[in-house]
């Protein structure tokens, strides 16, 4: 099913808004991007001919610090879609006390069909066309659906040759000599295995748990490799072909090993194939979607039989799956936080670059894993002090962190009218 990001991030804001009391101009502030850009991207074709596509940058709030988020190309990327995800960008730099604000950005074209160096000249066009609305102390941006390092490289140089100097920390998701932080590939993963450990201990589940994992990706595969070595038992998982289960746990580096040479988890042999639907039901503790949005619905909510859910993917829940999870006891580790791990590190990877500094990947682990629990710990006070499921108190105490940096600078400007 496909979610309308931006009405379901609005939703989110208001909702909070109305359970922290937020006054008029601050609720105005929260729903209405600080900036939006619209540009025209050329680029040269092999043929040397010049298309125009549309592109966009959209800093949705920078009350807490430069706005942070990636950069999508794809056929479907619209203004609105653009908006939503800043929005939803805000409130997870905030939920994760980054010294960041939140944007987006996107381009509207199917990178499929562009050539390597089609898309080099598409991302240098767009990087110059945005210039003027990026920067490390404005907005920062970084890969999404489709772009990768080699994307944020070019923009990295395109707008190292536009104010004549190196400036590395204008962009985050780089490769390694670019001044990519270690890390960065299993990020998302080791964010959402941090999240899933300190849950279980908290749910009292045992420590060789029983896991799904839907989506054998970046973030699945990654994850569903670490809970096992964790000792979890990884008893099911899929990827777009179809699922796998074995009721006393898979060698998740075997499958991998599988998917590399036969391409998909379902030739795996020794294992029992489960319809995608069923995958979500299998007898487990924990349950991790880490593919699509949108896919757990009504009947797959009623059909879940763990007792957590740790959302590594965006939206994968439909916000009447989630009453019903929500009403089953179910506790969900919503994604704003559980898939936080990309967004952290490559905060790291800012915060490196303007001191100059390079971490260990021990280093990078370790504050990313203390940023997680300390997030979560945070989200545990709201929503048991508020009586609020996570998701909604996750939103809260996002909304709350962006409307006092609101409140702190409304307050610098009065003063300054004063005097
Ligand atoms: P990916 O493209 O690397 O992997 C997606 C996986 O899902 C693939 O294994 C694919 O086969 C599988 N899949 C596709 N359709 C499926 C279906 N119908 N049923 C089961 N599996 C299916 O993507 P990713 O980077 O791992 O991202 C997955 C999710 O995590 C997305 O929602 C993404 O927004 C979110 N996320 C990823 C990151 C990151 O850093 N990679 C960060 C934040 C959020």
Redesign the pocket.
């Known amino acids: 099913m496909t979610i309308d990001l931006h009405r379901l991030a609005l939703d989110a804001i208001d909702h909070a808004a109305d359970e922290l009391a937020l006054d008029g101009w601050i609720r105005s502030s929260l729903v209405q991007p600080e900036r939006s850009l619209a540009v025209q991207v050329p680029y040269v074709t092999d043929d040397g001919e010049i298309r125009i596509v549309p592109g966009y940058r959209v800093a949705h709030s920078t009350a807490r610090g430069p706005a942070k988020g990636g950069t999508r190309f794809h056929p479907e990327v619209t203004p609105e879609e653009v908006a939503g995800l800043a929005t939803l960008m805000s409130v997870k730099t905030a939920l994760m006390d980054l010294p960041l604000g939140g944007g987006k950005g996107g381009v509207t074209i199917d990178p499929k069909e562009l050539s390597e160096l089609e898309l080099e000249s598409l991302t240098r066009s767009y990087t110059r066309a945005i210039a003027g609305n990026i920067g490390p102390d404005r907005d920062v941006p970084a890969p999404d659906?489709n772009t990768s390092e080699r994307h944020m490289d070019w923009i990295a140089d395109e707008y190292a040759r536009i104010v004549g100097r190196p400036s590395p920390a204008v962009v985050t998701g780089k490769s390694l000599p670019a001044g990519g932080s270690l890390g960065r590939d299993t990020?998302?993963a080791a964010g959402c295995r941090a999240v899933i450990l300190e849950s279980a201990e908290r749910l009292g589940l045992p420590s060789d748990a029983r896991v799904v994992v839907?989506?054998?990706?970046?973030?699945?595969?990654h994850l569903a490799r670490m809970l096992q070595a964790d000792g979890l038992r990884v008893v099911g998982l899929?990827?777009?072909?179809g699922?796998v289960h074995h009721p006393q746990g898979l060698d998740v580096v075997a499958v991998s090993a599988t998917k590399r040479v036969h391409g998909s988890v379902v030739h795996h042999p020794g294992v029992e194939l489960v319809s995608?639907r069923d995958l979500l039901a299998l007898d487990c503790e924990i349950l991790v979607p880490?593919?699509?949005?949108g896919?757990i619905e009504r009947p797959e909510a009623e059909a879940v039989r763990a007792r957590l859910i740790a959302e590594?993917?965006?939206?994968?829940c439909t916000p009447e799956a989630d009453e019903v999870l929500v009403d089953r006891g179910i506790t969900i580790v919503p994604?704003v936080l559980a898939?936080?791990?990309?967004?952290t590190v490559s905060c790291f990877e800012w915060e490196q670059n303007l001191r100059g500094e390079r971490w260990s990947a021990a280093q990078v682990a370790e504050r990313l894993a203390s940023k997680m629990a300390t997030a979560l710990h945070e989200l545990w006070h709201v929503a048991d002090a508020r009586a609020l499921p996570m998701r909604t108190a996750a939103t809260v105490l996002g909304v709350d962190r962006i409307a006092t940096a609101l409140e702190e600078r409304a307050g610098l400007a009065v003063d300054e009218l004063a005097s």
């Open positions: 659906v990020a998302t839907q989506g054998f990706g970046n973030a699945g595969a899929s990827d777009s072909r699922a995608p880490a593919a699509l949005e896919v590594a993917a965006n939206g994968p994604d898939s936080a791990g990309g967004v």
